[in-house]
Protein backbone atom coordinates (compact mmCIF):
# COMPACT_ATOMS: atom_id res chain seq x y z
CA UNK A 1 0.00 0.00 0.00
CA UNK A 2 0.95 3.60 -0.46
CA UNK A 3 1.38 6.08 2.60
CA UNK A 4 -2.66 7.52 1.52
CA UNK A 5 -3.86 3.03 1.96
CA UNK A 6 -4.21 3.27 -1.81
CA UNK A 7 -3.04 -0.08 -3.38
CA UNK A 8 0.64 0.33 -4.69
CA UNK A 9 0.33 -1.36 -8.03
CA UNK A 10 -2.58 -0.64 -10.86
CA UNK A 11 -2.85 -3.55 -13.41
CA UNK A 12 -3.65 -2.64 -16.78
CA UNK A 13 -6.13 -6.13 -17.47
CA UNK A 14 -6.08 -6.74 -21.41
CA UNK A 15 -8.62 -9.30 -20.80
CA UNK A 16 -6.89 -11.72 -23.06
CA UNK A 17 -7.25 -15.41 -21.97
CA UNK A 18 -3.11 -15.91 -21.28
CA UNK A 19 -3.28 -13.34 -18.71
CA UNK A 20 -6.47 -14.82 -16.52
CA UNK A 21 -4.70 -16.56 -13.98
CA UNK A 22 -2.20 -13.73 -13.59
CA UNK A 23 -5.28 -11.45 -13.19
CA UNK A 24 -7.10 -13.56 -10.78
CA UNK A 25 -4.00 -13.65 -8.50
CA UNK A 26 -3.60 -10.41 -8.22
CA UNK A 27 -7.36 -9.57 -7.56
CA UNK A 28 -6.58 -11.42 -4.28
CA UNK A 29 -3.79 -8.49 -3.18
CA UNK A 30 -4.34 -5.84 -1.44
CA UNK A 31 -1.50 -3.75 -2.92
CA UNK A 32 -2.90 -4.23 -6.71
CA UNK A 33 -6.29 -3.03 -7.95
CA UNK A 34 -6.81 -4.33 -11.27
CA UNK A 35 -8.80 -2.50 -13.96
CA UNK A 36 -10.15 -3.13 -17.32
CA UNK A 37 -7.70 -1.51 -20.27
CA UNK A 38 -11.02 0.22 -21.40
CA UNK A 39 -11.98 1.87 -18.45
CA UNK A 40 -8.57 3.64 -18.14
CA UNK A 41 -9.54 6.60 -19.91
CA UNK A 42 -12.06 7.82 -17.43
CA UNK A 43 -9.55 6.24 -14.47
CA UNK A 44 -8.27 8.85 -12.27
CA UNK A 45 -4.79 7.33 -11.75
CA UNK A 46 -3.08 9.39 -9.79
CA UNK A 47 -3.04 7.01 -6.12
CA UNK A 48 -1.01 4.88 -7.45
CA UNK A 49 2.46 4.16 -7.98
CA UNK A 50 3.00 1.96 -10.42
CA UNK A 51 1.40 0.71 -13.65
CA UNK A 52 1.67 -2.82 -14.92
CA UNK A 53 0.88 -3.06 -18.68
CA UNK A 54 1.12 -6.68 -20.38
CA UNK A 55 1.94 -7.86 -23.86
CA UNK A 56 -1.83 -8.30 -25.05
CA UNK A 57 -3.01 -4.83 -24.01
CA UNK A 58 -4.74 -2.40 -26.90
CA UNK A 59 -1.75 -0.57 -28.03
CA UNK A 60 -4.21 1.85 -30.26
CA UNK A 61 -5.99 2.66 -26.85
CA UNK A 62 -2.61 3.24 -25.22
CA UNK A 63 -1.90 5.59 -28.31
CA UNK A 64 -4.85 7.73 -27.89
CA UNK A 65 -4.41 8.13 -23.72
CA UNK A 66 -0.70 8.86 -24.30
CA UNK A 67 -1.28 12.00 -22.64
CA UNK A 68 -2.66 10.15 -19.67
CA UNK A 69 0.38 7.77 -19.35
CA UNK A 70 2.84 10.26 -19.80
CA UNK A 71 0.98 12.84 -16.95
CA UNK A 72 1.31 9.77 -14.96
CA UNK A 73 4.97 9.32 -15.21
CA UNK A 74 5.33 13.14 -14.94
CA UNK A 75 3.93 12.77 -11.29
CA UNK A 76 6.95 10.88 -10.30
CA UNK A 77 5.56 7.40 -11.05
CA UNK A 78 6.76 3.89 -12.35
CA UNK A 79 5.83 2.16 -15.60
CA UNK A 80 6.32 -1.22 -16.08
CA UNK A 81 5.58 -2.87 -19.54
CA UNK A 82 6.13 -6.30 -21.17
CA UNK A 83 5.52 -6.86 -24.78
CA UNK A 84 6.14 -5.80 -28.28
CA UNK A 85 5.42 -2.00 -29.19
CA UNK A 86 3.99 -1.20 -32.64
CA UNK A 87 2.75 2.19 -31.27
CA UNK A 88 4.34 5.70 -29.88
CA UNK A 89 2.67 5.60 -26.66
CA UNK A 90 5.14 5.62 -24.71
CA UNK A 91 7.83 8.24 -23.46
CA UNK A 92 11.23 7.48 -24.83
CA UNK A 93 10.12 3.94 -25.80
CA UNK A 94 11.05 2.83 -29.85
CA UNK A 95 8.85 0.10 -31.93
CA UNK A 96 9.95 -3.68 -31.14
CA UNK A 97 12.65 -5.23 -33.21
CA UNK A 98 12.24 -8.88 -33.75
CA UNK A 99 15.44 -10.65 -33.63
CA UNK A 100 16.97 -12.90 -36.80
CA UNK A 101 17.19 -16.43 -35.24
CA UNK A 102 19.79 -18.58 -36.93
CA UNK A 103 19.86 -20.49 -33.76
CA UNK A 104 18.24 -22.00 -30.49
CA UNK A 105 21.31 -20.04 -29.23
CA UNK A 106 20.22 -16.86 -30.34
CA UNK A 107 17.77 -16.75 -27.65
CA UNK A 108 20.38 -17.15 -24.68
CA UNK A 109 19.46 -14.56 -22.33
CA UNK A 110 22.42 -12.22 -20.40
CA UNK A 111 22.72 -10.38 -17.64
CA UNK A 112 24.18 -7.27 -18.51
CA UNK A 113 24.59 -6.04 -14.44
CA UNK A 114 23.44 -7.72 -11.17
CA UNK A 115 20.39 -6.23 -10.49
CA UNK A 116 17.68 -6.47 -7.65
CA UNK A 117 15.30 -7.87 -10.10
CA UNK A 118 16.97 -10.29 -11.09
CA UNK A 119 18.97 -10.95 -8.28
CA UNK A 120 19.50 -14.95 -7.91
CA UNK A 121 17.85 -15.95 -11.49
CA UNK A 122 19.94 -18.40 -13.81
CA UNK A 123 20.06 -16.62 -17.13
CA UNK A 124 20.01 -20.26 -18.63
CA UNK A 125 16.60 -20.21 -16.75
CA UNK A 126 15.22 -17.51 -18.28
CA UNK A 127 16.53 -18.70 -21.72
CA UNK A 128 14.83 -22.28 -21.69
CA UNK A 129 11.27 -23.48 -20.92
CA UNK A 130 10.94 -27.21 -20.27
CA UNK A 131 13.59 -27.10 -22.92
CA UNK A 132 13.03 -25.01 -25.52
CA UNK A 133 14.15 -21.35 -26.11
CA UNK A 134 12.14 -18.27 -26.84
CA UNK A 135 9.79 -17.91 -24.52
CA UNK A 136 11.25 -15.17 -22.49
CA UNK A 137 12.42 -12.43 -25.52
CA UNK A 138 12.40 -12.60 -28.76
CA UNK A 139 14.06 -9.41 -29.56
CA UNK A 140 14.28 -5.43 -28.43
CA UNK A 141 13.45 -2.20 -28.08
CA UNK A 142 16.25 -0.03 -29.48
CA UNK A 143 17.48 2.49 -26.19
CA UNK A 144 16.03 5.83 -25.48
CA UNK A 145 19.22 7.94 -24.35
CA UNK A 146 20.86 7.43 -21.15
CA UNK A 147 18.79 4.00 -20.38
CA UNK A 148 20.23 1.28 -18.06
CA UNK A 149 20.41 -2.29 -19.90
CA UNK A 150 19.63 -5.08 -17.38
CA UNK A 151 19.67 -8.38 -19.48
CA UNK A 152 20.82 -8.40 -23.58
CA UNK A 153 20.77 -11.50 -26.20
CA UNK A 154 23.74 -12.27 -28.05
CA UNK A 155 23.69 -9.94 -30.27
CA UNK A 156 23.86 -7.21 -27.64
CA UNK A 157 20.38 -6.54 -28.07
CA UNK A 158 18.80 -5.12 -25.20
CA UNK A 159 15.82 -7.46 -23.48
CA UNK A 160 15.30 -5.34 -20.17
CA UNK A 161 16.33 -1.39 -19.64
CA UNK A 162 15.22 1.11 -17.05
CA UNK A 163 14.47 4.54 -18.41
CA UNK A 164 14.87 7.34 -15.93
CA UNK A 165 14.91 10.38 -18.23
CA UNK A 166 12.41 10.48 -20.33
CA UNK A 167 9.99 11.23 -17.67
CA UNK A 168 10.24 12.87 -14.31
CA UNK A 169 9.05 8.98 -13.38
CA UNK A 170 11.04 5.09 -14.03
CA UNK A 171 9.90 3.31 -17.22
CA UNK A 172 10.73 -0.38 -16.89
CA UNK A 173 10.54 -1.93 -20.48
CA UNK A 174 10.79 -6.24 -21.05
CA UNK A 175 10.74 -7.26 -24.70
CA UNK A 176 8.93 -10.05 -23.72
CA UNK A 177 5.99 -11.69 -21.74
CA UNK A 178 4.88 -10.12 -18.13
CA UNK A 179 7.28 -9.57 -15.72
CA UNK A 180 5.09 -9.37 -13.19
CA UNK A 181 3.61 -12.53 -13.85
CA UNK A 182 6.49 -14.76 -13.07
CA UNK A 183 6.12 -16.52 -9.65
CA UNK A 184 6.24 -19.74 -8.56
CA UNK A 185 7.74 -21.04 -11.40
CA UNK A 186 9.85 -23.94 -9.80
CA UNK A 187 12.68 -22.78 -10.78
CA UNK A 188 14.83 -19.33 -9.92
CA UNK A 189 12.68 -17.53 -12.60
CA UNK A 190 9.83 -17.48 -10.13
CA UNK A 191 12.22 -14.48 -8.23
CA UNK A 192 11.43 -12.24 -10.71
CA UNK A 193 8.27 -11.27 -10.01
CA UNK A 194 8.59 -10.57 -5.95
CA UNK A 195 11.32 -8.46 -6.15
CA UNK A 196 10.31 -6.84 -9.10
CA UNK A 197 7.52 -5.76 -6.96
CA UNK A 198 10.06 -4.69 -4.43
CA UNK A 199 12.16 -2.99 -6.66
CA UNK A 200 9.42 -0.96 -7.86
CA UNK A 201 8.36 0.13 -4.11
CA UNK A 202 11.98 1.32 -3.73
CA UNK A 203 12.32 3.01 -6.36
CA UNK A 204 9.16 5.41 -6.19
CA UNK A 205 10.30 5.82 -2.57
CA UNK A 206 13.22 7.15 -4.79
CA UNK A 207 11.97 9.32 -7.11
CA UNK A 208 9.27 10.72 -4.41
CA UNK A 209 12.61 11.62 -1.98
CA UNK A 210 14.23 13.26 -4.83
CA UNK A 211 11.27 15.07 -5.62
CA UNK A 212 11.05 16.80 -2.30
CA UNK A 213 14.29 17.82 -2.02
CA UNK A 214 14.04 19.80 -5.04
Known amino acids: MTSSGTPHFV ?3 SGNYFSTQTIQETKKRDDCFVIDMYDLPERDLSPYACMVIDNFVDQELLYQEREQIWQFLNQGKVLIFSGHMFLPWLPGASMFVPKLIRSQHDY ?6 QH ?3 DGVDPEEMTYTKGVSGFFARGHHPLPSQAEVLLSLPGGEPITYIDRYSTQGTILVHSGNNLFAYSGQGSTVGRIGSQLQ ?4 EEYRAIQERTRTL
Open 108 to 113: EVSIVQ
Open 116 to 118: PIF
Open 11 to 13: IVD
Open 198 to 201: NWTR
